[in-house]
């Protein structure tokens, strides 16, 4: 029995590093930066990696437990990435948490702007959320962003009808725009 949990507990471990490879893969790929108006920064790759990690918690919310673990498992492993991250720029370790909770707040209220806007299946809304999240400081300057608006909205609606056993095996993919990675 007790060799059993740790089995489980390896086998759920690769589903998350698969799924999580996955994730981060979509979020670097070119075109979002190249044409779609992220900004190739690091923050701007915070906002990229957040909003297809937020598309992909909300298909996993009507999971039944298997793929809800494994989305919690992603969470704990996106904010791994982050603390990583921030020592990797030279926050020495006083700082960390503090940035850490800001961090964890810009994404939990990114999380709630955005599904705000999906739940109405508001494009307009979306973009302007977008833009605001993404631009925070540019105000009417920032670009527009309803080219990433419609890619999320797309996606969101692929994820609905997605079979659950892809959900369970980590091998969800979010096709990016082109549908090239």
Known sequence: MLFGFFRQKKHNRLIVERQYAALTATARTPVFYEQLAVPDT?????EMLSLVLILYFRRTRQSPRSGQEIAQEIVDAFFED???SIRELGIGDQGVPKRMKKLAGMFYGRLESYAAAL?????????S???RNIYP???E???DMAGLAEWMMDVERKLRVLDEGVVETGTVRL???????
């Open 82 to 84: 982050v603390d990583h």
């Open 141 to 143: 300057d920032a670009p």
């Open 137 to 139: 400081e540019t105000g």
């Open 119 to 127: 739940d109405k299946d508001d494009r307009d809304l979306l973009a």
């Open 42 to 46: 690091v923050m701007g790759r915070f």
């Open 129 to 131: 959320a977008l833009r």
């Open 175 to 181: 096709d990016p725009p082109g549908g090239l990675l």
